[in-house]
């Protein structure tokens, strides 16, 4: 069906979808609504920062979300970046990005997604993601991973320093001398570094060997638990360490992200 459907279509059109098909569903008109949004004018507010951005995109994606799952899943959680918090009774909760690099999103750029995650307890189930601007979407379940419907490759092991490392790291994290200095032991020997402000697109292109690695701290969990379940399906790593004073999400192949883990923990 169209992306242009009433929430309620979708919902009648999604009535018997699997959590691997409706959660593809769900980023794929919850980015592409907000791509739309975009082209038409926006509001935007500031969070914590000039670069910590929520848009009416963002919101509007949650909220449609939320509404087709609340109607679809209404004995499961659902915990969205936007406020969107509804307590579970099956112990299975949705975690939504609405728009995953907000700041990327109005400045025009491409490099934006939606995400959604589903977890029971520290088991995720299903993860999803959906860049509108190249429609692609990546799905994890089961323990496989696909990108648009065709399933992808297990990760090599290789170094760092043959690989792209992608990570973020706020000015403000610069001038903490502990962070800094995890970072820059953790980064410099990669083939290259590239910040490019959408975790989850990140993660997706790691799970397809487009990028080696993934580095950022103070991770909440609709920025991290998507793409990690993705990456840990084609048999990679995602794990968290202490180091500097925060912690940090480390995400590759099983090589890299030891390599990295070392590295952070001096």
């Excluded at 410099?188 to 580095?215: E, F, K």
Aim: net charge negative.
């Amino acid at each position: 069906m169209g992306i242009m459907a009433t929430t309620q279509e979708f919902i009648t059109a999604h009535s018997c979808a699997t959590d691997a098909e409706l959660a593809a569903a769900l980023v794929t008109h919850a980015g592409s609504l907000a791509l739309r949004m975009r082209a038409e004018g926006l509001e935007t507010d500031y969070k914590t920062s000039i670069s910590d951005v929520v848009s009416d995109a963002d919101r509007a994606a949650e909220a449609f979300v939320a509404e087709a799952l609340e109607a679809l899943r209404p004995d499961d959680g659902i915990l969205g970046e936007e406020g969107a918090a509804t307590p579970s009774a099956s112990g299975r909760v949705w975690v939504i990005d609405p728009v995953d690099g907000t700041f990327n999103f109005l400045q025009g750029s491409d490099y934006f997604c939606s995400a959604v995650a589903v977890t029971h307890g520290e088991d995720i189930l299903v993860g999803a993601v959906h860049r509108p601007a190249t429609e692609t979407t990546w799905v994890a379940a089961e323990g496989t991973a696909t990108r648009n419907g065709a399933p992808l490759a297990p990760l090599v092991d290789a170094p760092l320093s043959d690989k792209g490392l992608a990570t973020y790291l706020h000015p403000s994290s610069m001038r903490d001398d502990a962070v800094r200095e995890a970072w820059l032991r953790a980064a410099r020997d990669a083939a290259t570094v590239r910040m490019l402000g959408a975790g989850s697109v990140d993660l997706a292109n790691i799970a397809s060997g487009q990028l080696g690695a993934w580095l950022q701290h103070s991770v909440a969990d609709w920025d991290w638990l998507p793409g990690k379940a993705l990456v840990e399906a084609v048999g990679g790593a995602a794990i968290t360490v202490e180091a500097g004073g925060v912690t940090w999400c480390v995400a590759g192949n099983r090589q890299i992200v030891a390599d990295i883990a070392a590295r952070l923990e001096g």
